[in-house]
């Protein structure tokens, strides 16, 4: 099994950027597809970027596409969620997850940190 602790959230105002990092308790970190994930009060779980197991691949929900940025560092086990120009509309609980390349769904999730972005 694959656990994932999601780091980095925090309290910032709009225009700021912040750095998500995901950690992940395997040697074998670079067998999996990494996706970063959001949730809003009142909305479902939303897709933001997902990179693949070598990092050569990424792709971008189109809200987010341009201001944030997926990475990964198969060395430490980690992801990384680099957001600029946050916007209050940013504000939710953002999720890692992992899964293998062949799946459609994503098998393991973090349990979360929170984003809020003041106006």
């Known amino acids: 099994q694959v656990q994932l602790l999601e780091s980095g959230g925090g309290l910032v105002q709009a225009g700021d950027s912040l750095r998500l990092s995901c950690t992940v308790s395997s040697t074998t970190f670079s067998y999996y597809d990494m996706g970063w994930f959001r949730q809003s009060p009142g909305k479902e779980r939303e897709f933001l970027a997902r990179i693949s197991v070598g990092g050569q691949i990424t792709d971008y929900t189109d809200s987010v596409r341009g201001r944030f940025t997926i990475s990964r ?3 430490k086990n980690t992801m990384y969620l680099q957001m600029n120009g946050l916007k209050p509309e940013d504000t939710a609980v953002y ?3 992992a899964r293998l390349p062949n ?9 979360g940190t929170e984003v809020t972005v003041s106006s």
């Open 73 to 75: 560092d198969n060395i």
């Open 95 to 97: 999720y890692c997850a």
């Open 103 to 111: 799946r459609s769904g994503y098998d393991y999730w973090g349990q």
